[in-house]
């Protein structure tokens, strides 16, 4: 497993999708926090926020991740090497979960520059240090849950065809439709005290409320079960290839 893992991070780093990743990342965040004259720009706020970042970054990961998982399957299953690689001494889940935390290491390493976006507010609040760290860290915390949930969005995208193309379509679609789209039918208020259920089960619940700085349980068993969900459908996903070869 650990080779493997090592083998699709240096897939990342030996070409230009890592830091490409990475660099879209920052440029698009950047622009919207520093350049564009839109309501997130930190110095026409006036306040020490980096809220518009974690209003921002969720959307940009939405579009993403999806690019970054949609090879991971489909290519092998193109290729047909994917054939070679369910044949090695490794179970479906082990294969799963290193393609799962090369692409969560790539996410983890585009997060890590913006902390020069945080001490820069950081210096210029007035006085320097006037910011709620607390939410700011929690907002951090529930980023990264999200994009591990996008992950595996994408990757069990990536495991349902042949076509990086689709997989990605797929990958954006359903991680759109789990971070805002019961958000959606809950604007519609059509069920009375059920809506707000619904609401509870999409992401952007989750996400806001790890953006207050208070890590809930129940928030980190949410993503936690949202995750173990997609992985075990990729996985269903990878056995049902093999039945079908066996026939």
């Known amino acids: 497993m650990w080779a493997l893992l090592k083998k699709e991070i240096n897939g990342f780093l030996n070409s230009l999708t890592g830091y490409l990743v990475i660099m879209v990342f920052l440029v ?10 839109v309501s997130f720009n930190i110095p026409d706020y006036g306040y020490s926020s980096l809220d518009g970042l974690f ?19 489909a290519e092998e299953r193109k290729t047909g090497t994917i054939e070679l690689l369910l044949t090695k001494p490794l179970t479906d889940f082990q294969i799963i979960m290193a393609k799962y935390l090369a692409a969560l290491l790539l996410v983890v390493f585009s997060l890590l520059p913006t902390l020069i976006y945080f001490y820069s507010v950081y210096s210029l609040g007035l006085p320097p240090g006037n910011i709620d760290i607390g939410g700011t860290w929690g907002s951090y915390i529930g980023l990264l849950f999200l994009g591990a949930a996008f992950v595996a969005i994408g990757l069990f995208a990536s495991s349902l065809t042949d076509n990086q193309i689709i997989a990605f379509i797929i990958g954006v679609f359903i991680s759109g439709f789990v971070y805002v789209g019961f958000d959606l039918f809950y604007s519609f208020d059509l069920l009375g005290h059920v809506d707000l259920f619904i609401k509870s089960l999409g992401i952007n619940a989750h996400y806001t409320s790890m953006s207050r700085g ?29 039945w079908e070869r066996k026939k």
């Open 55 to 73: 209003v921002i970054a969720p959307f940009v990961f939405l579009f993403l991740i999806p690019a970054i998982t949609m090879r991971f399957f």
């Open 28 to 37: 698009i965040n950047g622009l919207f926090l520093w350049v564009l004259p």
């Open 214 to 242: 208070v890590i809930d349980t129940r928030d980190v068993i949410y993503f936690l079960s949202v995750i173990a969900i997609f992985i075990l459908l990729t996985k269903i996903s990878l056995e049902s290839r093999k």
